[in-house]
């Protein structure tokens, strides 16, 4: 699952309530899936262009995996594997549960093929379909609430699905288009950047116990947030063209460190498929390779992007509790993948006494590393594995962006991510003291 958000961990009980509700989320979460493959071509399920991103045949063998491996093998006796060696070959990272095949090697998996991995679906699919018709007294709650768990994974899936899909067509100097159909941004300015106030106190952050949650978010618990000001929507396009211009890649007075290092090293001098055509800047999107648009939020920026863009802006990147203090109570309305745009829109409320963009468009950086919440304790067993080993060296993103499954995200939601990294849906908002 790359680095999205605390992979399979819940610490709820299941929320849907009937057996008939449960299998149809099932089938709508694993449609969905399908779905964002139906553009590509075979070639396409194949490649993987960089360690970090796995080929799309592998995403949709490994969240079926999921389902085989935690619920049909332990509770469904009559279930038979429809090849043993995918319990190897699909597995991502749990070492509990046995050794996973090499992240960095999933490209070279020419078999099974496509269609197989498709009929690999079917084959569980219908025995999901036929455990969950008739649930076994004994074992009811956890089946359902590892099935809700299943169906979280596969919907972080299906966004890195498409982070994935972008980055592979983008290797291609022909910029393949993955869709022709998507649904372009109004054409409209962006708002005004204004500034909203909070004042200091004792607040509390984390889930607070009511529907499905990972256990990266918990518990809730009090944290003490001086008072700041959190800016009114996201950093546009146009305003980090203006960073680029005043040489910002090139001022060491702006970044960390380890960030200026990396500049050098990787040669950046812009956001992640940008491209200079006749001294106008493009960007390669799922659409195919268009003009920036400067009133749309900026995307594909790592941790030391952002943070050099707050430095030379005056400003800082909020917290991830001042960013949830003020996310707390609003209406998780946003540009995700339902809205059909795949790509962050222009911010055209003109003014409101709420932040905008809050959720969908980009996830948001924080200035807050990616550690455990006091009191935080990961599941047992294999399903508690992927967290809080990976607890060190990332940081934290807020929001959900434009392919994120509406329905999945919420204000205490933890995404994270190496500071380096850029190919996910990634932007910034700005902070700072009152």
């Known amino acids: 699952m790359s680095h999205l958000a605390c992979e399979m961990n819940s610490v709820d009980a299941f ?42 045949k592998w ?66 699919d219908q025995a999901m379909v036929g455990l969950l018709s008739d649930l076994p007294k004994q074992h009811s709650a956890e089946i359902a609430r590892r099935t809700e768990l299943g169906l979280h994974h596969e919907q972080q899936h299906q966004e890195l699905l498409l982070m994935d899909i972008k980055h592979i067509l983008a290797q291609n100097p022909l910029h393949p288009v993955y869709r022709q159909d998507l649904k372009p941004g109004a054409s409209t300015e962006s708002a005004p950047l204004k500034w909203h106030a909070y004042p200091s106190g004792v607040r509390h952050m984390g ?27 996201l950093v546009t396009n146009g305003e980090y063209i203006a960073f680029i211009e005043d040489n910002g890649y090139s001022r060491s007075e702006l970044w960390l460190s380890d960030g200026f290092s990396q500049v050098r090293q990787a040669g950046w001098q812009a956001p992640l498929y940008w491209e200079n055509v006749n ?3 493009h960007s390669m999107g799922l659409g195919g390779l268009q003009p920036v648009d400067e009133h749309a939020p900026v ?41 059909d745009h795949l790509a962050p829109v222009a911010c055209s409320v003109q003014a409101s006494e709420q932040p905008q963009q809050m959720f969908g468009d980009v996830w948001e950086w924080t200035g807050s590393a990616y550690r455990p919440y006091p009191g935080f304790k990961p599941l047992d067993g294999s399903l508690g594995e992927y967290n809080g080993k990976f607890m060190s060296g990332q940081m934290v993103l807020r929001g959900g962006c434009c392919a994120t499954p509406a329905d999945h995200i919420r204000a205490t939601y933890r995404n994270f991510f190496y500071p380096t990294m850029r190919w996910q849906f990634a932007g910034l908002r700005l902070a700072k003291e009152i």
């Not at 493959?37 to 799309?56: G, N």
């Not at 005056?314 to 707390?328: F, K, N, Q």
């Open 279 to 281: 001294g106008r800047w």
């Open 59 to 124: 995403h949709l063998a490994h969240v079926t995996w999921f389902f085989e491996a935690f619920i049909l093998k332990p509770f469904m006796p009559s279930y038979k594997a429809l090849d043993p060696a995918y319990d190897y070959l699909f597995n991502s990272y749990y070492e509990t549960h046995g050794t996973p095949f090499p992240r960095a090697k999933r490209g070279l998996i020419s078999r099974p093929t496509v269609a197989e991995v498709y009929a690999f679906r079917q084959w569980v």
């Open 207 to 233: 889930h607070s116990g009511n529907g499905f949650a990972f256990d990266c978010e918990t518990p809730r618990h009090r944290v003490f947030v001086d008072e700041f000001q959190l800016a009114s929507r």
């Open 15 to 56: 929320a849907l309530d009937t057996t008939d509700g449960l299998i149809e989320r099932f089938k709508q979460v694993r449609a969905a899936t399908e779905k964002l493959c139906a553009p590509l071509q075979t070639e396409d399920y194949l490649i993987q262009s960089m360690p970090d991103v796995s080929p799309p």
């Open 299 to 339: 995307c594909h920026i790592s941790f030391y992007e952002a943070d050099a863009y707050a430095t030379w802006a005056g400003a800082r990147l909020p917290t991830e509790a001042e960013w949830e203090v003020a996310a707390a109570g609003l209406s998780h309305v946003g540009n995700f993948v339902e809205q």
